[in-house]
């Protein structure tokens, strides 16, 4: 049970977290935090936040639990501004998509209080974002995955876990390399594909009309360029190494494929569609 | 009205396309011919076929309508199995996803016969394929695209428009030409993006793990890796000019991303990711 909740930067993971929590009772008070007043008092209006607060010192006063839920560029920023009003028993955590740069970020500007951040990243979201798009059961049998360090609380590890079993969603601890690569992998490096097929599309001549024959194949593919592009700027920023390499991987398998279709080798392509129709497969019962 | 229509290969295309004029009871008798009589019969089960034939001569004799919906490799050797019993009056069509070969293979092997041959493609489909994958209702609101040609006899384009806005699509005129470099990007090129993506992960020494961590994103940007490998190749050997122009423009825009990420240049990504949210999200009211 949380008594006060404090969430900085309300879009759709933190007030899908704070209408879970609200909802199983798990929670008696959010308090909301971020830049834009017009979002704080919709997120009052449509029952995320009970209160909010526009400077994040006041915001986090006496509260139990701080879910600092803003783009990665300005997690150090809001780190600093916490610093000084944090209580000693309040435990912080973060949704982050990338865990090292913010890792870095809370060590330099929580100073002694870095034992009670806990480093985490729910594997759930949608290409929609801010506080109207919040649900209650975005984490329902999804991951959420922590990373915390060598010196962090045992007991703010087990309050953090025990708050995100209670949406629904599963946890696991990784180690913060682990964590950035497989994340590369299966989210940043998929999303920067979608981004340039859109914008290579949009460059052709006959633009209009070759988005007018996009059928759902495209659509499902392409879904994931609606994300917001503040968030994917700064993943980029903080993850760029993994992602760099997973680019370049990428782009070599792809020649593979453009190689094979100029010497006409349909017995490769054949082998290489086979295969990742195996492996894709599999995943439709996970 | 159609009294007696064939179709050739008995796939997610096929069955739709026989369940949704028999709903409307636009066809009187389906007859389907394929290699596999297993598949055959299962069609006659579900209701999808009302008889079966073995021979692609024998299916088509007294048919009013013939619709081919084998992979693009195997369209000429269709085509000359026609050739011989073919009925003045029987109009023939196709379902390829690149109209160029298609047509060359029409031109070869059905001779005289041309005319009768009215070049389709339904933007229509899903990863799923067989003859149990078929549904009424997949042309509902989708586009047919018919590439004729200047000697095709207008009262067969005419035949096959009206069938397949029986089953809800909206038919389209388009050349060769023009339908196989659309095609090629907005669904040849995402397919070997998805393709390439799941070979690449696969790769990976921690495979199984990455895997694990999948959100939704991925499973919508991969879901096309499930399609069926001979179709896909078969796209490839046949619109592979057009393919090859698009998987370069992609690769020098994946490449221009990169090299953001290495300079660091935040503001180039944001722009990029900006615009192709804005391009993607008018799709959203398409």
């Given at each position: 049970m949380i008594n006060h909740l404090a969430i900085i930067g309300v879009g759709l993971i933190g007030s899908s977290l704070s209408l879970s929590l609200k909802q199983s009772g798990y929670v008696k008070r959010v308090t909301g935090c971020g830049r834009s007043e017009d979002n704080l008092k919709k997120g009052v209006e449509l029952g995320v936040l009970d209160d909010y607060q526009l400077n994040i010192s006041e915001a986090i006063k006496g509260t139990d639990v701080v879910v600092v839920a803003v783009p990665l560029g300005a997690m150090s920023s809001v780190f600093q501004q916490m610093q000084s009003s944090l209580d000693e028993?309040?435990?912080?955590?973060?949704?982050?998509?990338?865990?090292?740069?913010?890792?870095?970020?809370?060590?330099?500007?929580?100073?002694?209080?870095?034992?009670?951040?806990?480093?985490?990243?729910?594997?759930?979201?949608?290409?929609?974002?801010?506080?109207?798009?919040?649900?209650?059961?975005?984490?329902?049998?999804?991951?959420?995955?922590?990373?915390?360090?060598?010196?962090?609380?045992?007991?703010?590890?087990?309050?953090?876990?025990?708050?995100?079993?209670?949406?629904?969603?599963?946890?696991?601890?990784?180690?913060?390399?682990?964590?950035?690569?497989?994340?590369?992998?299966?989210?940043?490096?998929?999303?920067?594909?979608?981004?340039?097929?859109?914008?290579?599309?949009?460059?052709?001549?006959?633009?209009?009309e070759i988005f007018n024959y996009a059928a759902g194949g495209f659509r499902d593919f392409t879904r994931i360029a609606s994300s917001d592009p503040v968030m994917w700027r700064d993943i980029c920023m903080a993850n760029g190494d993994a992602l760099l390499e997973l680019i370049e991987g990428f782009k070599n398998e792809l020649s593979e494929i453009a190689k094979a279709i100029e010497h006409k080798d349909s017995e490769a392509l054949f082998e290489l569609f086979r295969d990742s129709k195996h492996t894709r497969d599999q995943l439709r019962d996970l």
């Open positions: 028993s309040t435990v912080v955590t973060d949704v982050g998509s990338a865990k090292a740069t913010v890792l870095r970020d809370a060590h330099r500007s929580l100073g002694e209080f870095f034992p009670q951040f806990v480093p985490g990243h729910p594997i759930a979201g949608s290409e929609n974002s801010g506080v109207e798009a919040g649900v209650a059961s975005l984490y329902q049998n999804r991951k959420i995955i922590l990373t915390p360090e060598q010196d962090t609380s045992q007991s703010a590890v087990a309050i953090i876990d025990k708050m995100w079993r209670q949406t629904g969603a599963e946890v696991e601890m990784m180690s913060v390399e682990h964590h950035d690569r497989v994340l590369a992998a299966t989210s940043h490096l998929p999303h920067m594909l979608a981004f340039s097929l859109v914008s290579h599309l949009s460059k052709m001549s006959d633009q209009d």
